[in-house]
């Protein structure tokens, strides 16, 4: 099954993964479970913020809200890593999530490296 190409579909379904994976992470250490809410907190803004983005009230808003959720999606990655190091039986788990992570992150500079040149598209204000 081929991933989707649009980058609220994917940070939707990274959020969902994420819902799926920490289950399984408390379940098998509750230590990391401080750990667990940063990682949950920070990949379901990543989503959130994208949906706003999406709304954006001008271009200045449409680069801002995408620049927080490559921010977001940056320490979703940065959490997943923690887990995976300090969880031996998370780790074969993890590793899907943190390659979504980087392939999010590369789109999201994308979006906002293009949002940035593209002076034609809505006001810099």
């Known amino acids: 099954m081929s991933k989707s190409k649009d980058l609220r579909q ?14 399984g992470v408390i379940e098998r250490d509750s230590h990391l479970r401080p750990v667990v809410w940063q990682l949950l907190d920070s990949a379901g803004s990543t989503g959130a913020n994208l949906e706003e983005a999406s709304e954006g009230q001008s271009k200045r808003d449409f680069i801002a ?12 990655r940065f959490w997943l890593r923690v887990i995976a190091a300090s ?12 390659d979504e992570s980087y392939e999010l992150i590369a789109m999201l500079v994308a979006c906002v490296k293009t949002a940035k040149s593209n002076a034609g598209r809505g006001k810099s204000t």
């Open 10 to 23: 994917r940070s939707f379904q990274f959020a969902v993964d994420i819902i799926d994976f920490t289950r």
């Open 65 to 76: 809200k995408n620049y927080t959720a490559l921010k977001e999606a940056r320490e979703s």
């Open 87 to 98: 969880s031996k039986p998370s780790r074969e788990a993890a590793r899907p999530l943190i």
